[in-house]
């Protein structure tokens, strides 16, 4: 069955850089999309980007452009989403999300990474 | 880039009742538009794909319409277990976007 497993939770100073990792298994990593969506506490779905684990090719909302590398190991099935020059804001629920074959919608989630900036 | 609003942002509905959650892009999205409910604690479920097809085990009570800007997710019989925050997400040029979500909880 098809499971995504992520990296456990962070804590990290303002200004410091993030590594959240989610492991695929139960299906070909390197057929489908995985994209990257955050949740701050309390708050709404915020979509951060995408990569493409066949080519490695992003796409990354305007919002993050600069700030968020996304890379993937395909030896391994793992897939990376690093954010650097972190804030307090960017405290939140961190998920990676596989995106269905068969049309533009996610159809597994990884479990979440919880990553708290705190001076 | 395409804005979603949802609305209403909260509900609160009795078991049994009519649900109904409507959500609306900024600009033509033609049929990408997809339903998802999240629990306090969990990871997004996918409910509702390409605005009217029922997810594979997902209880037939839950539906959705719509094509164009105009989007509509509905809950025919509202259960204990459906108590949750539904977001819509729309997928065009490459990018997703959700909705701000809307939470529904038992009168």
């Known amino acids: 069955q098809v499971q995504l497993v992520q990296s456990g939770a962070e804590v990290k100073k303002p200004g410091a850089s993030v590594k959240v990792s989610c492991k695929a298994s139960?299906?070909?990593?390197?057929?489908?999309?995985m994209h990257w969506v955050r949740q701050a506490p309390g708050q709404g779905l915020e979509w951060m980007g995408r990569?493409?684990?066949?080519?490695?090719?992003?796409n990354y909302a305007q919002k993050f452009q600069g700030r968020v590398t996304m890379t993937r190991d395909t030896s391994i099935s793992t897939a990376y989403m690093e954010l650097s020059r972190l804030r307090s804001d960017d405290t939140a629920v961190y998920y990676c999300?596989?995106?269905?074959?068969?049309?533009?919608?996610?159809?597994?989630w990884g479990q979440g990474t919880l990553v708290t900036v705190s001076s | 880039d395409i804005q979603m609003t949802q609305s209403p942002s909260s509900l609160s509905a009795s078991v049994g009742d009519r649900v109904t959650i409507t959500c609306q892009a900024s600009?033509?999205?033609?049929?990408?538009l997809n339903w998802y409910q999240q629990k306090p604690g969990k990871a997004p479920k996918l409910l509702i794909y390409?605005?009217?097809n029922l997810e594979t085990g997902v209880p037939s009570r839950f539906s959705g319409s719509g094509s164009g800007t105009d989007f509509t997710f509905t809950i025919s019989s509202l259960q204990p277990e459906d108590i949750a925050t539904y977001y819509c997400?729309?997928?065009?040029?490459?990018?997703?976007?959700f909705g701000p979500g809307t939470k529904v909880d038992i009168k």
């Open positions: 999300a596989r995106v269905s074959g068969l049309g533009w919608y996610v159809d597994y």
């Open positions: 390409d605005a009217s």
């Open positions: 997400q729309q997928y065009d040029n490459l990018i997703f976007t």
């Open positions: 139960g299906y070909t990593f390197t057929g489908y999309y």
């Open positions: 600009q033509d999205i033609s049929n990408y």
């Open positions: 990569i493409n684990p066949n080519s490695g090719g992003t």
